[in-house]
């Protein structure tokens, strides 16, 4: 199995110029009154919210593919302020649901049992389900289109078992098609800024569906035409959390990470380390670096490997994972996730995505079409394809636009020492040092950052300046897991609104 999609099987589961910005004066994230031809895909109420939703939502599948064979879900919310950003959010895996992120992480509604539902073992039911507002929504600060990529996550599906073979290079075909119709049903989202986002292995998806959506831009600009059928898309930047990279980075942040937790002791440290480098980080299974790295966790014991401060919730899937992670197959099949993102509770999203009254008010396929929900699927099979991402980073960021690069310190899977690294290593002017950020009104630091900006012609260096420039920002956030809005959700809102307004 190539290194990236193992990484990820013990995972959860995104020129200033040629980039075409679209003036937004005027414009607000708040989609507001009718939506032509969309009101069969607003969402009117949700079960078990017994209230009126905080804001509008929509629902409901874009066709891809060349016979329109694969059907992608999304789920649009609205902003609950005046806003003029929209974030694409896509979660990783490969093939773990967006609407896990909606659900468990920075969705408008908070997800519980009724008390005592759970208690002596008891399976809780639909009934047993509470929502609440959430207070810490992304959608607090701006508009957040969730998608089920790729065919075969979630409720997203295909009309035949091969359309859920696939890789990167097929999965932001189908994105970069979805992105295209969306704005043709929504076209008044068009004017807003267009920010890429997501975590774990988005950090493939996000870094080169940016690169598409840069290219198109690029495109249109060199041959001086645009249509209403192809309009330049007003593409601000990208957000990576705790995102898989580069194979050789990540693997050695996690030995890293390992040691300098104390986690591991020093003779297993340097073994591990002097191995793995002899052998260039190929870590598939029942190689001298797989061996290495096997030995190296199980010195670990059973920790939450997505939070190491927490426990863990299914020991037996995150062994399952961890055993996945270096399979000899070449593609991965996400049945071996079990079911669930190891370690993570996620019974209420089991339970109420599968109820029929669900899939009905969010205009979900049925389960004989799009088959039982679940968080990480159990029918891909996906190959790594696209390699580092690391060079994608130094185009995106040289091109103009704006990067969020952020860490949960206490994630073993992605660690924030891999990240660092490779964050550092790309060579860019530091315009801002290493200092520690604090959430509004609290003095606590909440984690750490530093922003570069990548050298530029001085044309570009002009236009960035008059367009609030480009540049790249690497945040740590102090005790986050490998999700950090399910774990640290104020920080994690604190942290993309001072982002968002330039003030960190």
Not at 189 to 206: D, F, I, K, M, N
Not at 258 to 285: F, R, S
């Amino acid at each position: 199995m190539n290194a990236s999609v193992g990484l990820l099987l013990a995972a959860c589961c995104f020129s200033a110029a040629l980039a075409i910005s679209v003036p937004t004066e005027g414009i607000h994230g708040r989609i507001g009154g009718s939506i032509p031809d969309q009101s069969s895909n607003e969402v009117r109420a949700l079960p078990g919210y017994r209230q009126q939703l905080p804001s509008k939502h929509y629902s409901g599948y874009i066709d891809v593919g060349a016979k329109k064979e694969r059907h992608l879900f999304y789920y649009l919310v609205q902003s609950e302020v005046p806003s003029n950003v929209l974030l694409l959010w896509l979660t990783g895996g490969p093939g773990c649901s967006s609407l896990d992120a909606f659900t468990y992480e920075h969705g408008p509604l908070l997800f519980s049992f009724k008390q005592g539902a759970d208690a002596h073992g008891q399976m809780p039911t639909m009934s047993d389900i509470e929502l609440n507002p959430n207070p810490h929504s992304w959608s607090k600060t701006a508009s957040v289109l969730y998608i089920d990529s790729p065919a075969g996550t979630g409720f997203s599906y295909a009309d035949k078992p091969s359309g859920y073979v696939t890789n990167d290079t097929m999965s932001i075909d189908d994105l970069e098609a979805f992105v295209a119709k969306f704005f043709q049903q929504y076209p008044q989202l068009r004017q807003l800024q267009l920010y890429t986002a997501g975590e774990s292995y988005a950090g493939v998806y996000v870094p080169l569906l940016t690169q598409r959506l840069l290219q198109h831009n690029q495109h249109l600009h060199s041959s001086g035409s645009s249509s209403s059928s192809s309009r330049p898309y007003n593409l601000a930047g990208y957000i990576v959390g705790n995102a898989v990279t580069d194979d050789a980075v990540d693997y050695q942040g996690q030995v890293d990470y390992a040691y300098n937790l104390g986690l591991v002791d020093p003779g297993t440290y340097k073994q591990t380390l002097a191995i793995c480098e002899d052998h260039n980080w190929k870590t598939d299974q029942g190689t001298p670096c797989g061996n290495a790295m096997d030995m190296l966790e199980a010195a670990m014991g059973a920790v939450n490997q997505y939070d190491i401060t927490a426990p863990c919730f299914y020991q037996a899937a995150a062994a399952a994972a961890r055993q996945a992670r270096r399979s000899s197959s070449s593609s991965s099949s996400s049945s071996m996730l079990r079911h669930t993102i190891s370690c993570a509770d996620r019974r209420h999203a089991l339970i109420y995505y599968n109820s029929p009254a669900v899939r009905a008010a969010i205009h979900a396929g049925s389960l004989e079409q799009a088959g039982r929900w679940e968080p990480c699927s159990d029918v891909l099979h996906y190959t790594h394809t696209a390699g580092s991402m690391i060079p994608v980073h130094r185009e995106l960021v040289s091109a103009g636009l704006r990067a969020l690069v952020y860490s949960g310190t206490a994630d073993y899977v992605v660690p924030f020492t891999g990240s660092r690294a490779w964050v550092y290593g790309l060579g860019m002017e530091e315009v801002k040092p290493w200092g520690a950020w604090s959430m509004p009104g609290n003095k606590q630091v909440a984690g750490h950052t530093v922003q570069f900006k990548q050298q530029q012609q001085q044309q570009q260096q002009q236009q960035q300046q008059q367009q609030g420039g480009g540049g790249l920002t690497f945040a740590t956030v102090l005790g986050g897991g490998h999700m950090v809005p399910q774990t640290h959700p104020a920080q994690a809102l604190a942290l993309l609104q001072l982002w968002l307004r330039q003030q960190l």
